[in-house]
């Protein structure tokens, strides 16, 4: 049973920084891409960034390029989405799993909160 348990969620003013920990088992974690998506208030869940089995290649969208980087420990079955310079709109709940070629998997966590206050 694959299993996410995201953490590091916080309350932060504009312009700070979090960083979100995504911890997996049940799974061959090392052969898995892994994806960072967020839910903002009243919206659909969206990609934030991927990275590769090996963690050699990140893919961010547009709107966190420059700021947000994600990364892995493969030895530790973690992902991490180090989040900087961070904006209001950043607020929404933050959620990983597994990325496959056809999109995200079923499995998901319970998703951190992240609100950036103005």
């Known amino acids: 049973q694959v299993q996410l348990v995201e953490s590091g969620g916080a309350w932060v003013q504009a312009g700070g920084s979090l960083r979100l920990s995504c911890a997996c088992s049940?799974?061959?974690?090392?052969?898995?891409?892994m994806g960072w998506y967020r839910q903002a208030p009243g919206k659909q869940r969206e990609l934030v960034a991927r990275i590769t089995s090996g963690g050699g290649m990140a893919l961010y969208e547009d709107f966190v390029k420059g700021r947000f980087i994600i990364s892995r420990d493969n030895a530790k079955n973690t992902v991490f989405l180090q989040m900087n310079s961070l904006k209001p709109d950043a607020t929404g709940v933050y959620s990983c799993t597994l990325v496959t070629r056809h999109g995200p998997s079923a499995y998901w966590g319970q998703g951190p909160q992240v609100t950036v206050s103005s």
């Open positions: 049940g799974v061959i974690f090392s052969i898995n891409a």
